[in-house]
């Protein structure tokens, strides 16, 4: 669906590359969570998925950007914005209007979406981000999460292939960070829809995604299932990533040769690793 | 300055009209600025926008302009009221400078024509959805989206910008620079140096702005695009003709 290939960005008169040497390829269907240091060149990526570069930042580029079998670098952003769905880190800066719903549909309208289905999306969309008060307030009488809300739902109402999130809860209280990830993986099981989302709180996106690319100093320090990077917490940390506590301490258990299972990614698991250990002492 | 030329939802009368409706009143409005040389006239007419914006809850944004207006006019009224030399000298000043009653009566019309003018288009901004604004003259006006799209974006810059000007106020009242003198010339030199910082962030803003809409298929939009359509009602009807009558009332009606 996305395939970076030998993909390095330097933003323009910046002295080093923001981006090196990238390959990754990201399937349909995937849910994949982006996660590393500030100023990894995390949002940098998410430029080159959706047309910001280089239609927006016109820096040096190398190498090839795939989304959807079009090249990124010789389409126009129309032709991207049909697949792909953004949410921006600093929502307050992108919105086009005054008011929740016009937000909304701006979109819808621009896609020329038939008159019949308009209202529904407008309602579906606020609904599913839980907004569906907020629809006919000003925008800049929100507080900040709420313009995440906003944001969001503006974003899930395209219905976009693929959607790519940068830090979407950054500004949300955690019952509300877990509503939008659960939000996102019913769009990824039901709808199909290709997500890819940069998140610092480590817990949450473990606990939501399946797949995970970690990015550190503009290049990509490890990729695969969530159980592979983070079955050695102490490389991670050393670049500034902390693991969830659970995988820490069941991969210092296993560093201690108390067990030889995978790293434990929730409570339950750890739960029951330590259990076992337990019995087997005892034993 | 909080909410400043900034739309505030309702569902009053004026927030119903139609945009076109509006548009087409204020402009009435401001010839009736022009054709009129009645200062009693015109001042019944302010009067009336004034009453009206309260009756649909816009009273404190209405007297907000209001106000804001009424100082631009005191600089027009003064730059007036000592070059008429016509007329019965009312007050004697050094310099031989002398104010008639005719140079006052003209200075205070001068006053309040550009009162009348500005603050009818002021308030369309307070009772109108910008995205309406834009959608109503792509519809009904055949303004490309293009167009539209840009001016109303101007239009929401503007508490933008007033709320990022009170922030930098703030920021270097922080560290003791004294905005609340009087003197008008020294607060314009404090205030001068923060246009270039200001410029500079506002040009960032649209260039984002241009970037979300492009992500968004801004390209992808034709003259058909637009989801709300904006029939005129019989409110608009009675609206418009409110409209000429007052504007044919000021053509006959020649009080002073
Ligand atoms: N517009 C820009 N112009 C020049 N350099 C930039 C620009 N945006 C980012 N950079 C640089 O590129 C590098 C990567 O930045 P990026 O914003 O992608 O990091 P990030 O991983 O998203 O960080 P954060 O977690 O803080 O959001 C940084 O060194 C940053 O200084
Ligand atoms: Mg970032």
Redesign the interface.
């Known amino acids: 669906m996305i395939k970076f290939e030998n993909f390095s960005f330097t933003y323009p008169d910046a002295p080093a590359p923001a981006l090196k040497n990238i390959n990754l390829e990201i399937q349909k269907g995937a849910f994949l969570g982006i996660i590393g240091p500030s100023g990894a060149g995390k949002s940098t990526l998410t430029y080159a998925i959706n047309g910001a570069i280089p239609h927006y930042y016109q820096g040096v580029c190398q190498g090839q950007v795939m989304v959807d079998g079009i090249d990124v670098f010789d389409s126009t952003p129309e032709t991207i914005s049909l697949k792909v769905g953004s949410v921006f880190g600093d929502v307050e800066s992108f919105f086009v209007a005054s008011v929740v719903e016009e937000e909304i549909l701006f979109g819808l309208e621009n896609f020329n979406i038939p008159r019949s289905e308009i209202e529904g999306r407008i309602t579906s969309a606020l609904d599913a981000v839980g907004i569906s008060e907020l629809r006919y307030r000003s925008i800049s009488s929100l507080s900040g999460g709420q313009k995440q809300k906003v944001a969001i739902s503006a974003a899930i109402a395209l219905r976009p292939q693929i959607l790519l999130l940068d830090e979407p809860t950054s500004e949300l209280d955690p019952q509300s960070s877990r509503q939008i990830f659960s939000l996102l993986r019913t769009l990824n099981k039901s709808n199909g829809m290709t997500i890819v989302v940069v998140e610092q709180k480590i817990m949450l996106l473990c606990e939501y995604v399946d797949r995970l690319t970690v990015i550190n100093d503009g290049e990509i320090y490890s990729t695969g299932s969530v159980r592979d990077v983070l079955s050695t917490p102490s490389k991670l940390e050393k670049i500034g990533v902390n693991c969830p506590r659970v995988t820490t301490l069941s991969s210092k258990l296993a560093a201690a040769g108390l067990t030889n299972e995978p790293v434990a990614l929730n409570l339950n698991e750890a739960e029951s690793m330590v259990r076992r250990i337990i019995r087997d002492y005892i034993r | 300055m909080k909410g400043f030329l ?4 309702g569902n009053s009368i004026l927030h119903q009209l139609s945009p076109i409706t509006k548009l087409a009143l204020s402009v009435l409005l401001c010839a009736c600025a022009f054709l009129s040389s009645s200062i009693l006239y015109i001042s019944f007419l302010l009067l009336l926008v004034l009453g009206l914006s309260a009756m649909s809850g816009i009273g404190r944004s209405a007297l907000q302009i209001f106000s804001l207006l009424l100082k631009l006019s005191l600089i027009l009224f003064l730059a007036q009221i000592f070059f008429i030399r016509e007329g019965d000298v009312l007050v004697r000043l050094p310099l031989n400078l002398f104010i008639t009653d005719e140079g006052l009566a003209f200075a205070i019309l001068i006053a309040l024509r550009l009162m009348l003018s500005a603050l009818p288009l002021a308030l369309i901004i307070t009772v109108t ?4 604004l834009a959608g109503a003259m792509v519809q009904k006006l055949r303004i490309p989206y293009k167009y539209a799209f840009a001016l109303t ?1 101007a239009i ?1 810059f503007i ?2 910008f007033s709320t990022e000007i009170s922030e930098i106020i703030e920021a270097q009242r922080a560290r003791g620079v004294n905005f609340d003198t009087k003197n008008i010339f020294k607060k314009i030199r404090l205030i001068l140096p923060l246009c270039l910082p200001l410029l500079v962030s506002s040009i ?2 649209t ?3 241009a ?12 003259r ?4 709300k359509s904006y029939a005129f009602k019989g409110r608009d009807l009675i609206a418009l003709l409110a409209g000429v009558f007052i504007i044919a009332a000021s053509l006959l009606i020649n009080l002073p």
């Open positions: 900034q739309y505030i939802p959805p910008m995205s309406d974006t929401r508490p933008i960032k803003k260039e984002y702005i970037l979300s809409a492009e992500m968004r298929g801004f390209a992808l939009r034709n058909k695009s637009g989801y």
